[in-house]
Every structure is written in structure tokens, then in C-alpha cells.
């Protein structure tokens, strides 16, 4: 029997899937190709609602038979193709152009399986919805292990399609091949070891892999990197592999013996660095297989489906006794092994972008930014519990007040306007700083700033508290876009020409000056301002001001009847929140060579608090995967540009409703082992 829910579920689906027929999202999405054989991201996009459809129908069954799951998915699904088939018929009668300019000529498309003809059109939507309904509908009868593994296969083997014409150059598939050795040569010898201390495992680890780099020298000097050879094969030429013939051997030693005291670190690691790096590498396999076919062939995607559906089913399973023996580490052991993660996640990152390319650099650049932002306001918002809508300002403050610094403004050049002054005259008359010098005060400027903004609204709290910042982000922008401060500001025109970071070195070595330029030069830059602020922010999280943060979201009342200062507190938040913010607007300024007015506005706001609630209120690494679903695929996916805000809000939905403490909450906060000492001692007395 069908189900009432059945039936609304369908129609709420049918409804959100009409208006985005009549946007013309499936004309849009119709040139994105998957898959070489044809399969198209318009295809992917009917597909995912037809059979979702499906799913949700059946999925909220009350302990359904495998019959009633199957229909109430057939039925559900058929509600949605009844819908798109109306829309058809209503087209091919009634030109809605007018009214909706975008919609594309649904006939012959993507929602007609490409039937010209208007009853085989028909017929082909009502079908396709009646099987793919029943495949959703079948979800659920599956067992949750095997139904997640097989949704995590299919999701990224699309993910990947999608990312192909980005990604299919990174990475050859002998060396992908090579670092995968290397990781389970380290990690099998270091788990064999039974060594208790991290350092001995990485150590063994590192010894394997010099093993490695010995055979994969000799085989490279063997001819195995010609054409055809045992190590390059008929692909292109590896990129790792692929070193001076004289120094070779040192330099495959010293790649290598990283890798593998990686692959012997993760087997005392815990379960989210081991299962990470192991992840890891399956996906550098999946990029070669990429790479070795051009593209996203058939092929491919079968055996992306099934490396990550394996790795979704072993890698699990290698990770529970790992995370067990993690736990039983002493506390100092547990501290060593993840700094140790940390310098390998570092070490990748410090080389990605020699085999990244400009484009994907210059994406991350932009994803680093906003993860610099967004741990600042993590601060504010997820520690503190103060929600700020005008975080912007200060991502301004940073920007313009490294312009005004490292340019001839009226700051540098003694009160005279730089127009007035002649190139001739400019380096008698200005005194700029160099990018290094102007960093620290525009940073602290920024914290400057968040205590005089913080001032006016600590007895603020909730949606006052965020109307009025709100409105301080846009006093910010106005004030800089204001022709009364043009000689200072620049108005609309901003402050153009900031200069790039020099690291000038000269004085030990002529030869020792580099110019941070393109986007591989501003990524160091980036990078090392994520590094610093995410230590800071994970090293306050458990101080006795992070403490006060964590108490003063939860009751403020209780916080200040316990002997908090509100106002000390508070400002604190709002000040380091606003230097983050600052860091990250000086990093934009030099990477745009400008500060303008038109970049500053509500939705950067908006941008870093969503991905902050999506990634989870608290917590440093989801603000790094929020950042990456939020600001980075949308910028390697240019046909979602027009549904940005569409996907927030979408995100922040399905976010607030399956997973409403993000999409990786904060650990829970656990007691020292001093602390726990005294509390056991508590127990036993009484």
C-alpha cells in the first residue's frame, strides 16, 4: 500500500524539481560531461532526484516488506516524472519563455532521454522514473555498511568525472604507484615491528621506504623511465620519479624515507589520520588511472568505483584495532604521534603545488583564504557563541590597511596625496614598508578594530547582536568606497599596485631573493598563515580562555555567576577573531595587487559563516572541509556559479537536519589525566 508520506514527500520533490527545470539548470548542466561515453552531469542531476525520490519514500516506512519499499520508492519518483511530464506537455503548447528566460527546450533534452518525439518522450520520463524508483526504494533494504559504501563509490567516481579536465594531470600513474608502495611497505613492516614508541615506528618505516627508493633507482637507471620501460610504461613521464640520473639515488631516498615513516606513523595514529592517509592513497592511484586514460573513460570509472568502494570496506576495518591501540598510548605518546601526522600532512602540502598546476593552486589560494577567515570566526561564533554577520570589515581592515602601508598613500608620503607626486619624487618624498613590515600592523590594526567595534555590542546577544555587526560591515565599506575619502581610500577605484611579498636575503647570499609571485608564491604565503592560526586556534580551544568561551556560549549568566569576566572575555573574542581576519585581508590585498571596495561585501560574510556551520561550530577541521565543499568546488565547477547561493542553502538544510553539529563536530572535551586521577580518588572515598 502506498503511503500518505509517499505522496508529500514526491510532491515536495516534484515541486523544487519544477522550479529548477524552469531556471534552465538542466539546459546548464547538459555540457558538463561525467563520463566520455555521454553520461552528463544533467543526466547525474535526473538521476540523483528520481531515484532519491525513491529512497525518501521508502527510507521513512515504519519497518517496511521489500514489496511496500519498492512501490512507495516506484510511487514516490513517479510523482516527480508526472510533474516534469506535465511540464513538457505544457511546453510543447505554450511557449514559456517569456515568463521563464532561462528554461531550455525540454523536448529532445536530458528529462526526455533525448526523445524528440512527444510520446516517446513521455514514455521514456514515466519509465525511467518507475525504474529509478525502485532502485531507490531499494536502498534501504540494503544493509547500512553496504548501502553507504556502494553511495560513497558512486559519489566520488562523479566527483571525480566532473573534476577531470582539472585533475587528470596531477598525478602519473607510476608515481601514484610508487607512493602507494611505499606508504604499505612502511606501514606493514612498522605494524609487524609491534614497536609501542611512534618515533621507532617511523623509523622502520623510514627504512622501508629507502628500501623502496634503492629498488626504484635500480630500476630507473635500468631504463625503466623510457618509453615503454618498467617504471613509465606507454603513459607520460612520472613527475616523481622523474629525477636528475646523478642524484638520483639521494633524491629518491629522501622522498621515499618520508613517505614510509608516514605510512609507519599511522599504524599508532588515530583512526581519522590513518583512515585519511590510507584514503589518501587510493585516491593517488585513482588520479593516475585518470591520468594513464586521458580522461574519464568507462574504464576509469569502474575502477574508481571499485578502489573506493574497497577502500570504504577494508580501510574501516584497519582502522578500529589502530584507534584502540591509539588510546591506549599515554598522553605524551598520543601528542608525539599527532605532531608527527601533522609534519607528513605538511610535507604533502608544502609539494602539492609542483604537481597541482596554476589553475587548482590559485582555487586552493582562495580556499585558504576563507579557511583563515573561517577559523577566526570559529572563534567568535563557535567558541565564544557570538554570532557576528559583519566579519567582513575586518578582512577589509587587512586589505586596506596593507595598501596603505606598502603604497605611496597619504600614510607613507607625509599627509601629500600620491597624486600630486612625480615617479621622480616618490621615493624622496614616501617611506612604504615592505610586505613583511606592514603584516604584523595590519594584523594588529585588526585586532584594534574588533575591540572598538566589540565595545558597542557586549550587551548584546543573539539576532541584536548580529543586526548591529551586520551594519558595522557595512558602516566598513562604505566609509572606503566614500568619494569624501578618496585621497586615503581610493574610493571606487581602491587602492591599486600593492606589491607582492619579497623574501630578500641578499645581505647573506646576492643571490638569495625571491619574489612570492603567481599563485604558487601566495600559497606558501597562505599556507603558512593556515598553519599559524589553526595552532593558535587548537591551542586556545583548551586553555582557561577557551574554557570561558565554551562556558560563556552555553549561559552567559552561569558563565559571569561563576567569576568570568564578560567583558574581558568577549573582547578577546572579538579582537584575535578580527587579527585572523586581518591576516588573511593583507594575503588578499598582495594577491590581487588591490584593495577594492566591491570585493568587501555581506555575502564574504555570509561565505565564512556558512562553511563554519557546515563544517561544525568549534571545530578547525571542519572549518577546512567546509571551506573545500563551499568555496572550492564551486570555483572547479564554473557551471554552479549561478546556483551558489542555491547550494548554501541547500547545504545548510540537509546540514541542520542530518547533521546538525556539522559535518565534523568538535571532540567532545575530556578530563586530564590529572583531572581524571582526582575524580577516580573521589569515587573510591565516597
Known amino acids: 500500500?502506498?503511503?500518505?508520506?509517499?505522496?508529500?514527500?514526491?510532491?515536495?520533490?516534484?515541486?523544487?524539481?519544477?522550479?529548477?527545470?524552469?531556471?534552465?539548470?538542466?539546459?546548464?548542466?547538459?555540457?558538463?560531461?561525467?563520463?566520455?561515453?555521454?553520461?552528463?552531469?544533467?543526466?547525474?542531476?535526473?538521476?540523483?532526484?528520481?531515484?532519491?525520490?525513491?529512497?525518501?519514500?521508502?527510507?521513512?516506512?515504519?519497518?517496511?516488506?521489500?514489496?511496500?519499499?519498492?512501490l512507495n520508492g516506484m510511487a514516490g519518483s513517479l510523482v516527480v516524472g508526472v510533474a516534469l511530464a506535465l511540464l513538457v506537455v505544457l511546453q510543447t503548447n505554450v511557449s514559456l519563455s517569456f515568463v521563464f528566460p532561462d528554461v531550455n527546450q525540454l523536448l529532445g533534452s536530458t528529462v526526455t532521454l533525448g526523445q524528440t518525439d512527444l510520446g516517446s518522450g513521455l514514455l521514456s520520463l514515466l519509465g525511467a522514473s518507475a525504474g529509478l524508483g525502485l532502485i531507490g526504494g531499494a536502498l534501504p533494504l540494503l544493509p547500512r555498511e553496504a548501502r553507504g559504501i556502494l553511495l560513497l563509490g558512486l559519489g566520488m567516481t562523479v566527483v571525480i568525472g566532473l573534476l577531470q579536465s582539472q585533475i587528470r594531470n596531477i598525478f602519473t600513474l607510476p608515481d601514484a604507484l610508487a607512493v602507494a608502495l611505499t606508504i604499505v611497505a612502511g606501514y606493514l613492516v612498522a605494524f609487524l615491528s609491534r614497536r609501542p614508541s611512534s618515533v621507532l615506528r617511523a623509523v622502520i618505516g623510514a627504512l622501508a621506504g629507502l628500501v623502496v627508493a634503492v629498488l626504484l633507482a635500480v630500476a630507473a637507471n635500468s631504463g625503466g623511465l623510457e618509453p615503454g620501460g618498467i617504471l613509465r610504461g606507454t603513459g607520460a613521464m612520472p613527475v616523481l620519479l622523474n629525477q636528475d640520473p646523478a642524484n638520483r639515488l639521494v633524491a629518491y631516498g629522501l622522498i621515499f624515507a618520508v613517505i614510509g615513516a608516514l605510512g609507519g606513523v599511522i599504524t599508532v595514529a588515530s583512526r581519522a589520520i590513518h583512515n585519511g592517509v590510507l584514503y589518501f592513497g587510493v585516491s593517488l592511484i585513482i588520479?593516475?588511472?585518470?591520468?594513464?586514460?586521458?580522461?574519464?573513460?568507462?574504464?576509469?570509472?569502474?575502477?574508481?568505483f571499485i578502489l573506493m568502494a574497497a577502500g570504504a570496506w577494508i580501510i574501516p576495518r584497519?582502522?578500529?584495532?589502530?584507534?584502540?591501540?591509539?588510546?591506549?598510548?599515554?598522553r605524551f605518546e598520543r601528542q608525539r604521534v599527532q605532531w608527527l601526522s601533522m609534519l607528513g600532512v605538511?610535507?604533502?602540502?608544502?609539494?602539492?603545488?609542483?604537481?597541482?598546476g596554476q589553475y587548482i593552486t590559485d582555487v586552493l589560494n582562495l580556499v585558504g583564504l576563507?579557511?583563515?577567515?573561517?577559523?577566526?570566526?570559529?572563534?567568535?561564533?563557535?567558541?565564544?557563541?557570538?554570532?557576528?554577520?559583519?566579519?567582513?570589515?575586518?578582512?577589509?581592515?587587512?586589505?586596506?590597511?596593507?595598501?596603505?602601508?606598502?603604497?605611496?598613500?597619504?600614510?607613507?608620503?607625509?599627509?601629500?596625496?600620491?597624486?600630486?607626486?612625480?615617479?621622480?619624487t616618490v621615493g624622496e618624498v614616501c617611506r612604504v614598508l615592505t610586505f613583511w613590515e606592514a603584516w604584523p600592523l595590519s594584523i594588529a590594526l585588526g585586532a584594534v578594530f574588533g575591540i572598538l567595534l566589540g565595545i558597542p555590542v557586549l550587551r548584546l546577544r543573539g539576532d541584536y547582536l548580529a543586526i548591529v555587526t551586520l551594519g558595522f560591515g557595512e558602516i566598513i565599506r562604505l566609509i572606503v568606497k566614500f568619494d569624501d575619502f578618496?585621497?586615503?581610500?581610493?574610493?571606487?577605484?581602491?587602492?591599486?599596485?600593492i606589491p607582492r611579498p619579497v623574501i630578500d636575503l641578499t645581505a647573506i647570499n646576492p643571490a638569495w631573493r625571491v619574489e612570492l609571485t603567481g599563485a604558487t608564491g601566495i600559497y606558501y604565503l597562505i599556507l603558512a598563515g593556515i598553519v599559524v592560526t589553526a595552532i593558535i586556534g587548537m591551542r586556545l580551544a583548551s586553555t582557561r580562555l577557551g574554557r570561558a568561551w565554551r562556558a560563556m556560549r552555553a549561559d552567559e549568566d552561569v558563565a559571569q555567576a561563576m567569576g568570568i569576566n564578560l567583558t574581558q572575555t568577549k573582547l578577546l573574542a572579538f579582537s584575535i577573531g578580527a587579527a585572523f581576519a586581518a591576516m588573511g585581508g593583507a594575503i588578499a590585498g598582495t594577491r590581487l595587487y588591490g584593495a577594492y571596495p566591491d570585493s568587501y561585501t555581506l555575502l564574504v560574510s555570509i561565505n565564512?559563516?556558512?562553511?563554519?556551520?557546515?563544517?561544525?561550530?568549534?571545530?578547525?577541521?571542519?572549518?577546512i572541509i567546509g571551506s573545500l565543499v563551499l568555496i572550492g568546488l564551486p570555483e572547479v565547477l564554473r557551471e554552479l556559479e549561478s546556483y551558489r547561493l542555491l547550494a548554501f542553502g541547500v547545504l545548510l538544510v540537509v546540514a541542520m537536519l542530518l547533521k546538525p553539529e556539522g559535518l565534523i563536530p568538535p571532540m567532545p572535551r575530556q578530563l586530564s589525566e590529572q583531572a581524571a586521577e582526582i575524580r577516580s580518588r573521589g569515587s573510591v572515598t565516597s
Open 1 to 70: 500500500m502506498i503511503a500518505r508520506d509517499t505522496l508529500r514527500y514526491g510532491l515536495y520533490v516534484a515541486i523544487g524539481t519544477l522550479l529548477l527545470t524552469l531556471t534552465g539548470m538542466f539546459g546548464t548542466f547538459a555540457g558538463r560531461i561525467v563520463i566520455d561515453t555521454g553520461l552528463t552531469l544533467s543526466t547525474v542531476l535526473l538521476v540523483l532526484i528520481l531515484a532519491g525520490t525513491g529512497f525518501l519514500a521508502a527510507q521513512h516506512l515504519n519497518r517496511p516488506s521489500a514489496g511496500a519499499a519498492l
Open 346 to 356: 605538511l610535507a604533502v602540502l608544502v609539494v602539492a603545488p609542483f604537481f597541482l
Open 287 to 304: 588520479l593516475g588511472i585518470l591520468n594513464a586514460q586521458g580522461g574519464m573513460s568507462l574504464t576509469t570509472a569502474v575502477l574508481s
Open 318 to 330: 584497519l582502522g578500529s584495532p589502530i584507534q584502540a591501540r591509539y588510546e591506549a598510548l599515554p
Open 486 to 497: 578618496k585621497p586615503l581610500f581610493g574610493a571606487a577605484q581602491g587602492i591599486p599596485n
Open 370 to 424: 576563507y579557511i583563515i577567515m573561517g577559523i577566526g570566526l570559529n572563534i567568535v561564533v563557535g567558541f565564544a557563541g557570538l554570532l557576528d554577520l559583519g566579519y567582513v570589515a575586518f578582512f577589509a581592515i587587512g586589505a586596506y590597511s596593507i595598501g596603505l602601508l606598502t603604497t605611496p598613500s597619504l600614510l607613507t608620503c607625509g599627509g601629500v596625496p600620491a597624486s600630486q607626486l612625480t615617479p621622480e
Open 608 to 623: 565564512v559563516l556558512s562553511l563554519v556551520i557546515i563544517g561544525g561550530l568549534g571545530s578547525i577541521p571542519g572549518v
